[in-house]
């Protein structure tokens, strides 16, 4: 079965700083997307990056970045330039490839807190 | 587009009764979700469906918990009775075939 562990439940940066959140996943799968969505204080669920598993290159949108390590199974989110508007839980994804779509597994999340 | 619609946003119920949760999916997607979110057990697939057929509810927890799809645009789950420990957001999600999932803005259930 595979399991996706979010380590730092809470974590706070300054505005226009920069912080990394941190993910791992365990799986024997060799195709999948793993994902990271935000969650505001509204609850809804809001997807901010997306990563295939067969692309070596690490995904980017915008001010979001991530570090993806297949072989460590590490899939990290880097906010640059962070902004208030950025305080959310972030949650991050695995998705296993099925012939007929897929379910998202999360892990527990972190709350990350944009202090002016 | 509007968005996965959810229905109610909230919902208070009795310990006993029956709840029923709605959801239209966004247009032209495929795939429809639903997830539920609490504090102890974090987000979990309940079951999902492709083309109105269901294909994996092995989320579901147990035979109070029904689940349909009687048309492309439209999902209901359904628990009968109700429990406190229910109680939880249910969020509905759907997909087109890129396997990115569109949330809606979820049901919050209160069971007393």
């Known amino acids: 079965a595979q399991t996706v562990t979010q380590s730092q439940p809470e974590m706070s940066v300054q505005e226009a700083e920069t912080v990394t959140l941190s993910c791992t996943y365990d799986t024997s799968e060799n195709n999948y997307y793993l994902f990271w969505y935000k969650q505001p204080p509204s609850r809804q669920m809001i997807l901010v990056i997306r990563q295939e598993a067969y692309k070596q290159q690490n995904a980017t949108e915008n001010r979001f970045s991530v570090n993806f390590q297949k072989a460590a199974k590490s899939f990290s989110l880097k906010i640059s330039d962070s902004q208030l508007g950025d305080t959310a839980m972030y949650f991050c994804?695995?998705?296993?490839?099925?012939?007929?779509?897929?379910?998202?597994?999360f892990g527990q999340g972190t709350e990350l807190s944009v202090k002016p | 587009d509007a968005g996965v619609i959810q229905s109610p946003r909230h919902e208070v119920t009795e310990m006993g009764q029956e709840v029923t949760l709605r959801c239209k999916p966004i247009?032209?997607?495929?795939?429809l979700f639903w997830y539920r979110q609490t504090m102890m057990r974090g987000l979990e697939l309940l079951i999902y469906?492709?083309?109105?057929?269901?294909?994996?509810d092995s989320g579901m927890p147990e035979d109070r918990f029904s689940a349909k799809m009687p048309n492309a645009s439209f999902s209901t789950l359904k628990i009968q009775p109700s429990e406190p420990r229910d109680s939880a957001v249910y969020f509905c999600?759907?997909?087109?075939?890129?396997?990115?999932?569109?949330f809606g803005p979820g049901t919050r259930l209160t069971v007393t």
């Open positions: 994804a695995f998705m296993r490839i099925y012939n007929q779509g897929g379910k998202l597994i």
């Open positions: 247009s032209g997607h495929d795939y």
């Open positions: 999600a759907s997909s087109p075939l890129s396997y990115e999932q569109y």
């Open positions: 469906f492709n083309n109105n057929v269901p294909i994996d």
